[in-house]
Each structure stands twice: as structure tokens, then as C-alpha cells.
T-cell receptor, first 110, second 115 residues
């Protein structure tokens, strides 16, 4: 099946700094991508999505960048806060199915 | 709050038993997906229903079955439980049948422990 991988399993950042979480996806025909945040004991929470006809999309304190040439997705979190500590993972949609990576654990140091 | 409701939150049962997990999708969502998440593993797709009909199957064991009812809630039945079935089981819902720019919205899961 398809696979989505994350470059870094863990990431520690200082409170107030910007965070960048990366994701490599496997299928160049994937047309829709989502970033999720999962806190301990909770389900994955939708953060932001992007379609393949876009390169960048911004939300509140978050930006997703899509580089189709190298099949790379990144999530940028501005002014990282302690509440941002969680596991983040990306998902790609290929042939109407979603494929998820295992995630990157983000720890925010106060 | 995603709007997806899963019950129960926790379930502890013995090997060989059968359990039923329940999911109510977000209002207006027709698709329901079931995922299994084990320790240190990503989300493993089990099965998808759209408006009452099975739409896609993933790595779902024959001991597992699911259905979606006319009111769109869904149940995942796990039988002949084994220790390895211990995991978090998530339900997600979506407006569309899969992708198409419609994200999945997840419930908070059912933590199943098989002893």
C-alpha cells in the first residue's frame, strides 16, 4: 500500500520559536493532504489541509507548504506554545483513500 | 470538539470475548471510517462505510465486522478477541466518500484492552 513518512520522530522547540514539521509522501498522484495533531488520550484533530493544485496555505499560526517536485509536505507553527505539544502527522489522499504517517512528537520547552 | 462521538471510552475484556464499539458521525457526514492505532504505530485503516454501504476495506481481520445504520451511526464488532487486538480504535467521519477535499474528523477513540 501507500506510505507516508515523517523525517523526524521527535522535535523539541523553545516556547515562542517557530516549529517546522516535515513529511514525505510516496505517491505523486496524491491530490489532497492533511495535517493532524494528536494529544495524549485524544483522537487526531484536524489542523489544516491543502490540495495538490496549491503550494501554500495559511491558517491561524499554521502554514502548510507543498512541494510536489520532491513529494514533500511541511507544517510550520508560528510562535509555538506549550499547548502545541503533541504528535503531528500528515495524511495523503490517493484514489479516495487516506494514508497516514506515524507522526512526529513535538515538545515545547517553556 | 470534532462532533464525532465514540462509546465506550474504555473497554477491558478477556481473550475470546466479543465487543461492540459505537460511533456517531458529525451531523451531515455520510462517511464513517474505522481505524486501529496500536502503540508506536500509525493509523491502520480497517473499513469505510458511505450512507449505509460498505465502500472500502483495509486490513480488517475476518474476526472483525462493521455496519452503518440508517441513522448513519456505525458499529465495529470485534470477536474472538486476542491479546494483540488491544489498541485504540478510532472512528472518523467525512462529508464525502473519500478525499475530494473533505477531511476526516476523528472521535476520541475507544481504548480496548484484552487480558
Amino acid at each position: 500500500g501507500e506510505s507516508v513518512g515523517l523525517h523526524l520522530p521527535t522535535l523539541s522547540v523553545q516556547e515562542g520559536d517557530n516549529s517546522i514539521i516535515n513529511c514525505a509522501y510516496s505517491n505523486s498522484a496524491s491530490d489532497y493532504f492533511i495535517w493532524y495533531k494528536q494529544e495524549s488520550g485524544k483522537g487526531p484533530q484536524f489542523i489544516i489541509d491543502i490540495r495538490s493544485n496549491m503550494d501554500k496555505r495559511q491558517g491561524q499560526r499554521v502554514t502548510v507548504l507543498l512541494n510536489k517536485t520532491v513529494k514533500h509536505l511541511s507544517l510550520q507553527i508560528a510562535a509555538t506554545q506549550p499547548g502545541d505539544s503533541a504528535v503531528y502527522f500528515c495524511a495523503e489522499n490517493f484514489r479516495h483513500q487516506f494514508y497516514f504517517g506515524t507522526g512526529t512528537s513535538l515538545t515545547v520547552i517553556p | 470538539d470534532s462532533g464525532v462521538t465514540q462509546t465506550p471510552k474504555h473497554l477491558i475484556t478477556a481473550t475470546g470475548q466479543r465487543v461492540t464499539l459505537r460511533c456517531s458521525p458529525r451531523s451531515g457526514d455520510l462517511s464513517v471510517y474505522w481505524y486501529q492505532q496500536s502503540l508506536d504505530q500509525g493509523l491502520q485503516f480497517l473499513i469505510q462505510y458511505y450512507n449505509g454501504e460498505e465502500r472500502a476495506k483495509g486490513n480488517i481481520l475476518e474476526r472483525f465486522s462493521a455496519q452503518q445504520f440508517p441513522d448513519l451511526h456505525s458499529e465495529l464488532n470485534l470477536s474472538s478477541l486476542e491479546l494483540g487486538d488491544s489498541a485504540l480504535y478510532f472512528c472518523a467521519s467525512s462529508v464525502a466518500t473519500g478525499g475530494g477535499g473533505s477531511p476526516l474528523h476523528f472521535g476520541n477513540g475507544t481504548r480496548l484492552t484484552v487480558t
